[in-house]
C-alpha cells in the first residue's frame, strides 16, 4: 500500500495521457546464492511528456523496472506497455535507453559516438555525423567533436552519451542513475545542465537514482520503491516549475526541502 505521504490523486489518466503503464509487474531472477525476487507487483503509471524519478534502497529492482519498460526484460507476472506497444521489441522502438556507464566506443571520437545512434537506424557515417554535428554546441561540446572519449571528462563523456540517448529519436528517455559515476561537483553541475536538457525537450522522461535530492530537483514525480522485492510505497508530485533554476538555490527552498524530507520518510518507512 502507498503511504500517506503521497500527494492528492489526481483524476485518473485516460490512455492518451498515460505514455507508460504497468499492471501487477513482477520479476526473479536465479543468482549464485539462489533465486531473487526483485520485484513485486509494481503498479505505475507516466503521463506523457513527465519526467519521472524512480528512487529506493540499493537492490530494489530500479534498474530492473527500466529495463522491463525498455523492452530489454519481460516481467513473470503483470503487464507493461509504452505509448501502447506491450510486447518487448515494440517497447525496444519507441524507448531510448541511458545506461548507468556511458558505454562509448574508445575508437570513435565524441562526434562519431553521438552519431553512432543514427547509424543504428541505417543512416550512413557520413550523413549521421553531419545531423549530430549542430546538438554539440547546443549540449556545451562545441569543439569537442573530434576528441576521444579518453580526452574527455566524466561529464563531457555523459552529455555524449545522453546526446546519444536524444539521436535515437524515441519517445522515451529512460536514464539509469546517469551520474553515479561523477565526483559530486560535477555531479551538480551535470544535474542542472540534464534539468535544462530535459525542459528543452517535450519527451517523456524516468531517471533511476539514488540521490532524493536530484530526484526532487530533475523530476515531475517521484516513486519510491521498498527494499526488495521492490513496489512502489510512495508517490510524491513535486509542484514546482521545471527547470529549477540553480541547483543550490533551489536546495534551499522551504518548498523542496519538504518533499525531499517526505521522499526520505519514504525510503526509511
Not at 530535459?198 to 535530492?213: I, M, Q
Not at 514525480?221 to 538555490?249: H, K
Amino acid at each position: 500500500m502507498k503511504t500517506d505521504l503521497e500527494a492528492p490523486a489526481k483524476e485518473p489518466l485516460s490512455s492518451q495521457d498515460t505514455a507508460i503503464a504497468l499492471e501487477g509487474v513482477s520479476r526473479s531472477y536465479r543468482s549464485r546464492r539462489g533465486p531473487v525476487r526483485a520485484l513485486a507487483r509494481v503498479d505505475l503509471r507516466v503521463r506523457a511528456r513527465e519526467a519521472l524519478a524512480l528512487v529506493g534502497p540499493s537492490g530494489c529492482g530500479k534498474s530492473t523496472l527500466l529495463e522491463i519498460v525498455a523492452g530489454l526484460q519481460e516481467p513473470d507476472e503483470g503487464t507493461v506497455s509504452a505509448l501502447g506497444r506491450r510486447g518487448a521489441r515494440e517497447r525496444l522502438g519507441v524507448c531510448a535507453y541511458m545506461a548507468q556507464r556511458d558505454l562509448l566506443l574508445p575508437w570513435r571520437d565524441a562526434l562519431g559516438n553521438a552519431a553512432l545512434a543514427l547509424e543504428a537506424q541505417g543512416v550512413g557515417r557520413r550523413e549521421a555525423r553531419r545531423r549530430a554535428a549542430p546538438l554539440f554546441e547546443r549540449f556545451g561540446l562545441a569543439r569537442f567533436e573530434r576528441s576521444l572519449p579518453a580526452e574527455l571528462s566524466g561529464g563531457m563523456r555523459q552529455r555524449v552519451a545522453f546526446l546519444r540517448t536524444l539521436l535515437a529519436g524515441r519517445e522515451v528517455l529512460l536514464l539509469d542513475e546517469p551520474f553515479a559515476a561523477l565526483d559530486s561537483i560535477t555531479r551538480g553541475e551535470m544535474q542542472e545542465w540534464l534539468a535544462d536538457a530535459l525542459a528543452a525537450e517535450e519527451r517523456t522522461a524516468v531517471l533511476v537514482t539514488h540521490d532524493v535530492e536530484e530526484a526532487v530537483y530533475l523530476a515531475d514525480r517521484v516513486a519510491v520503491l521498498s527494499p526488495r522485492p521492490g513496489s512502489v510505497v510512495a508517490e510524491i508530485e513535486v509542484p514546482l516549475p521545471r527547470p529549477r533554476g540553480r541547483r543550490r538555490e533551489a536546495m534551499t527552498d522551504p518548498d523542496f526541502a519538504r518533499l525531499v524530507r517526505r521522499a526520505l520518510e519514504a525510503l526509511e518507512r
